[in-house]
């Protein structure tokens, strides 16, 4: 299923003004990728804080997210490097003008076609599909996070399904991977931690 307003997706991974790499990624309207890349670049005048608290730097990193975002972005991802974090935490999804909440592992159905299902210590996926798709994306997830299967696992998937998607991985925590992985007609693309 395509969504009704065609979409394309960005990406870009920038410094905070006080020394976090962050990357941000999300779908825009087509023909926006670069002004929705220009706009979230300006986090790199923005400072995170220091915080070593899992909710706190999920929360600091979605306001600051809303705080910038255009009016015409419905989703958008974020994935922030703290070093010193315990748990797996710094990766947001979702629409940014909605309230924030903790990952569930729930569907939501964000537009028309695009769907949203995010986990606890991550990862997060917004992609182009049905509901019934989404449930099976749903258990891909869930089988990864409790087997020893590869971060590829869940981009195989997806790849099988759709051709529009981002998914967002934690970047902060011992166990973190920190990146995110986008794909519109463009192809696919994608910015790591190292």
């Known amino acids: 299923m395509n969504p009704k307003l065609p979409l394309e997706a960005f990406l870009l991974k920038t410094k905070t003004e006080d020394n976090y790499n962050v990357i941000i990624g999300g779908l825009c309207p087509k023909g926006k990728k670069k002004e929705a890349s220009n706009i979230y670049s300006k986090i790199d005048k923005m400072k995170i804080g220091q ?94 996070k409790s087997s020893n299967n590869s971060f590829e696992y869940i981009i195989e998937s997806l790849d099988k399904i759709t051709d529009l998607y981002i998914v ?21 693309r994608s910015e790591e931690f190292l």
Request: aromatic content about 8%.
């Open 51 to 144: 915080s070593k608290d899992e909710f706190l730097i999920d929360y600091i990193l979605a306001t600051i997210i809303t705080r910038i975002s255009p009016v015409w972005i419905s989703l958008v991802g974020a994935s922030i490097s703290i070093d010193g974090v315990k748990h797996n935490t710094g990766g947001i999804i979702g629409d940014p003008f909605k309230e924030q909440n903790s990952a569930q592992e729930e569907i939501e159905e964000i537009l028309e076609g695009i769907y949203v299902i995010s986990f606890p210590g991550g990862p997060g996926v917004a992609f182009s599909g049905t509901y019934k798709e989404s449930i099976v994306i749903r258990d891909i997830i869930s089988e990864y």
């Open 168 to 188: 967002v991985s934690d970047g902060s925590g011992i166990n973190s991977c920190g990146g995110i992985y986008v794909s519109d007609n463009d192809g696919k």
